[in-house]
């Protein structure tokens, strides 16, 4: 009754009754609960989107099928350009659902090895680092954990099968170097299916150790096929493809060269598809798919060979949005451990001629027939400069200049004859590279059947949204690897090669 005298002797205009309101102490804790809410929403807003990883699948429901794509130094700038030089959108413009963050732990420029393992195992590491974490200490990955749980699984890439990508999801190394190593654990790693190059890892005709296992995989129950036509007959798992004894020839190689027993990453990706989709059942499978030499062409920086690497890549995302919109129980996940090469679509030749400022012609890189790594392999072996790029370069007027750097690099600096052919062939399309190496520059996120992930993240994210999609158990695996030693004996640490760009 002394409320509603009270409320009756007060000020009855709209701010009188909130004074009134306020005054009353059960009136006060409502308002403040109703501002904590409000609060909180307005900072979710303003601190940024941080999508919430997909559900596990119900008890009894069939479980997800997961493809993870990675399209290796591919940026923003090769999808362009791809777009352009095909004259039509790619399959990938449709999936664009974010940009993801790329830096690893000790630099603001990732390289492949931190990159692939941060999608792997959902943490960040070194550069150079397969499957450890910051301190080297072994981490479980996505595809362990996938096995773990009964899923087949599955990894289709394009250089070898011991480089940083494929190996980060079933190897554990401190150093991406040590490929004999990591070739010995992809062996035993129980991977129902693996495409690939790098076959010399694998042979004892190669490796230092002489160790044969191409045999030991034969005694772990694997076919083994080397061709196209072995691979296309093939049906059955566990499944091992190797194409070449390091690198799978280059798209533009293999096209212009017309090596028809060299599979294609569509190829590669469609038998994957049918073998795993067969054998997986009610589990599900877990298949990673790397569009590996997008990297290398921007390392070389080679405008004519990504180009047709990266539609190529376009052309696999086509086989498999084709299964999964089939199957209807498939995610699909694309994106980039970094950008490679600094991609510019336009240069300014001259600086002092504005002219040249609004140049870009993707069209003329069609004329090119071979990839400046191929071209250089011909000059090095004896061939003319001049009649090498006029050829399959398509440059009818290489400067005194381009040539004298192109002759010294070839007698001095042989590293850097490749990327000094692909500047000379890039430029006449007004293409231009800022580096021989990667860059920090966010990259493209695409998804099908992806609904909860998006916005700008940092790559771990999407590692931890695939184990929650999942259910996978990571830090289990961890657990037993606690034992496992990521260093290779001393007498076995046999680098492949020297390479400044990844770290080696």
């Known amino acids: 009754m002394e409320d509603t005298v009270s409320l009756l002797q007060e000020d009855r205009t709209p701010s009188g009754r909130i004074a009134y309101y306020l005054r009353q102490p059960k009136w006060r804790v409502a308002i403040a609960v109703i501002l904590i809410c409000v609060l909180a929403v307005i900072l979710g807003v303003t601190l940024g989107h941080r999508p919430h990883p997909g559900p596990s699948p119900p008890s009894g429901q069939t479980r997800r099928n997961v493809i993870l794509m990675i399209s290796d130094g591919m940026g923003p700038a090769s999808v362009t350009l791809a777009r352009a030089w095909a004259g039509n959108a790619l399959n990938l413009d449709g999936m664009l659902i974010g940009t993801v963050r790329t830096r690893s732990n ?49 990894l289709v890439v394009t250089t070898r099968l011991t480089d940083a990508t494929p190996s980060s999801f079933c190897a554990h190394a401190v150093s991406r170097r040590d490929e004999e190593f990591i070739a010995e654990q992809v062996t035993t790693a129980g991977v129902d299916l ?48 190797l194409f070449a004894d390091k690198n799978m020839p280059m798209v533009i190689d293999r ?45 070389n920086n080679d405008a004519a060979a990504q180009v047709r690497e990266t539609t190529e890549y376009d052309m696999a995302m086509q086989a498999v949005l084709e299964f999964a919109k089939s199957d209807g129980h498939t995610t699909v996940l694309s994106t980039s451990d970094h950008e490679t090469g600094g991609l510019t679509l336009g ?21 090119v ?10 000059i090095i072996a004896g061939s003319d400069i001049n009649d090498t790029v006029i050829r399959y370069g398509a440059v009818h007027d290489l400067t005194t200049e381009e040539e004298a750097n192109i002759a010294y ?7 850097s004859l490749v990327s000094a052919i692909g500047r000379v062939v890039s430029r006449r399309a007004y293409i231009g ?12 996120l695409y998804g099908y059947n992806a609904a909860d992930i998006g916005g700008n993240i940092d790559n771990t994210e999407v590692s931890l949204f695939i184990q929650r999609l999942l259910g996978l158990d990571v830090e289990e695996i961890t657990e037993k690897l606690k034992t496992f030693n990521p260093k290779p004996p001393s007498n076995r640490s046999v680098p492949l090669r020297s390479d400044p760009y990844h770290g080696l």
């Not at 060299?262 to 009610?282: C, F, H, I, N």
């Not at 590279?433 to 493209?444: A, I, M, R, S």
């Open 194 to 241: 693996l495409f690939g190059g790098g076959r010399a890892m694998f042979s004892n005709a190669t490796r230092h150790d002489g160790r044969d296992l191409l045999r030991e995989f034969s005694q772990l129950g694997y076919a083994y096929v080397s061709d196209l036509q072995g691979l296309q007959s093939a049906n059955r798992l566990p499944l091992l493809g």
């Open 409 to 415: 690099c070839k007698s001095n600096v042989v590293a």
């Open 369 to 378: 027939t071979a990839s400046a790594s191929y071209m250089a392999e011909l």
């Open 255 to 299: 096209q212009e060269q017309k090596l028809t027993s060299v599979p294609s990453l569509p190829d590669m990706t469609r038998k994957a598809l049918e073998l795993l989709s067969q054998s997986a059942g009610d589990d599900g499978f877990f298949l990673l798919v790397e569009g590996s030499q997008i990297d290398l062409a921007g390392h």
């Open 433 to 444: 590279f800022t580096t021989g190496g990667h860059t920090g520059v966010d990259v493209n």
């Open 106 to 154: 000790n630099s603001w420029v990732t390289d492949s090895a931190a990159g692939a393992t941060a999608y792997a195992c959902g943490l960040k590491t070194y550069n150079n680092a397969i499957g450890v974490d910051a301190d080297g200490v072994p981490c479980g990955t996505i595809l362990e954990a996938a096995q773990a749980i009964g899923m087949k699984t599955g």
């Open 347 to 367: 240069i300014q030749l001259d600086p002092l001629v504005y002219d040249d400022a609004y140049k870009y012609l993707p069209d003329r890189l069609s004329e």
